[in-house]
């Protein structure tokens, strides 16, 4: 894409800029009338988003801020990728109801990211014209004196690092904070010090983070830092989509179980997908009836997701896979349900509920292809697959069996 110049402005980049201000975006800080303003006077800023690779899988969650990217990309800004192997040590609270159990190492964080610029490329640039720039914090972060981490801290009180919702919580359920993730913040608003930034984006569920940063910018640089927040891709229980819930739905999957997984969604996640998702016209989807159009509308949407993440011709297969399994009444109205909670083994779950008579019945099934996920159209292979979401399985020709979350 070509990309914007200053005397376009006036013309079809003036409207770039209004949806790059406007569609899938949360807030602006301090305002958008002061970042529109930086805008129009033509500067070019410096904007960063931060990833800390504690899984090995990007997925839509991340693609509402890649396309955000893109268009900062597209309008000639200087866009940083920044892998998060400095603050993924101290590890991110954000979210968590209890410290994580596992605090990860440098050499495992940059491990789990070695696969990230290439799922993120089906989106962004890394190469070509204004091409993202890809830094690790690791390079700054693992070289903070005492000295250095001493004048950091005296910006914060520990009233102002408390006051987060995720600590509040945990205090009243009688969890523990541990100090390792208690300065996390203090390491993330340092990483637009280290850059001087003029811009960070994120999730709206990294605002308090993003704005630790803010304020380091106006004490150690006098400097203002804009924040950028996109809203979370949510599912039809309202919980994030991505990998601290267990429903990831990856930028890399194979098409057919990219269609399944979209299509497995509520009805209430097709309107925020269109939005954050698609170039689809506001004006457009705001004409969507969900009564009558829901499933026509939620093929539609997968169908433009998975032709982004690979090309046309994939999602024509995929939207046919799934028509065939699913509308030509493979699938009964009516099966047997039995309850599970997140992490249980799923062969436990079938027998306990004698589904299945034992766990070898289980193993000789899925070596025998013969368990399969209708809910994705993919076979389990996995003996030791443990359950993250609903499942509805075919087992053998004739047994039908709903998996269903507590």
Do not use: C
Not at 1 to 19: F, P, T
């Amino acid at each position: 894409m070509k990309l914007v110049k200053q005397e376009d402005l006036r013309s079809g980049g003036a409207s770039k800029i209004e949806e790059l201000l406007t569609r899938g975006v949360d807030k602006i800080y301090p305002s958008k009338e002061a970042l529109e303003k930086e805008l129009f006077s033509g500067k070019k800023l410096k904007l960063y988003q931060g990833f800390d690779p504690t899984g090995i899988k990007l997925h839509l969650g991340h693609m509402v801020g890649f396309r955000k990217h893109r268009q900062w990309q597209d309008l000639g800004h200087e866009v940083i990728f920044l892998i998060g192997d400095g603050t993924g040590q101290a590890g991110d609270p954000t979210g968590k109801k209890q410290t994580r159990e596992k605090f990860f190492t440098q050499e495992e964080l940059r491990a789990n990211s070695k696969d990230y610029l290439s799922q993120a490329s089906k989106i962004v640039r890394f190469d070509g014209l204004n091409p993202i720039k890809i830094l690790y914090n690791s390079d700054w972060l693992n070289k903070l004196t005492l000295v250095d981490i001493l004048n950091i801290a005296q910006n914060f009180s520990v009233q102002q690092l408390i006051e987060r919702d995720m600590f509040q919580e945990r205090l009243k359920a009688g969890e523990s904070i541990n100090l390792r993730e208690f300065l996390y913040p203090l390491l993330q608003g340092y990483d637009s010090v280290a850059m001087d930034v003029d811009l960070e984006l994120g999730g709206s569920d990294q605002t308090f983070n993003m704005l630790t940063g803010r304020t380091l910018m106006k004490s150690m640089k006098n400097k203002e830092k804009f924040v950028m927040t996109t809203p979370l891709l949510s599912d039809s229980k309202g919980v994030k989509i991505g990998k601290s819930e267990g429903n990831v739905i990856g930028l890399t999957d194979a098409p057919n179980d990219l269609f399944g997984k979209i299509m497995s969604l509520g009805d209430d996640a097709i309107i925020p997908m269109f939005t954050l998702l698609t170039d689809v016209p506001i004006e457009e989807i705001n004409k969507f009836d969900l009564k009558k159009d829901a499933m026509s509308l939620k093929k539609q949407v997968a169908s433009i997701i998975i032709t982004q993440l690979h090309d046309e011709a994939s999602a024509k297969s995929a939207a046919d896979s799934f028509a065939s399994t699913f509308q030509k009444k493979e699938i009964p109205n009516k099966m047997q349900e039995v309850k599970a909670k997140a992490g249980e083994f799923l062969s436990e779950v079938l027998v306990k509920n004698k589904i299945l008579s034992s766990k070898s019945e289980w193993r000789r099934l899925v070596a025998g292809n013969a368990i399969h996920d209708l809910s994705i159209n993919k076979t389990i292979t996995d003996v030791d697959l443990k359950i993250s979401q609903d499942l509805t399985l075919k087992i053998g020709k004739k047994k039908f069996i709903k998996v269903i979350l507590n």
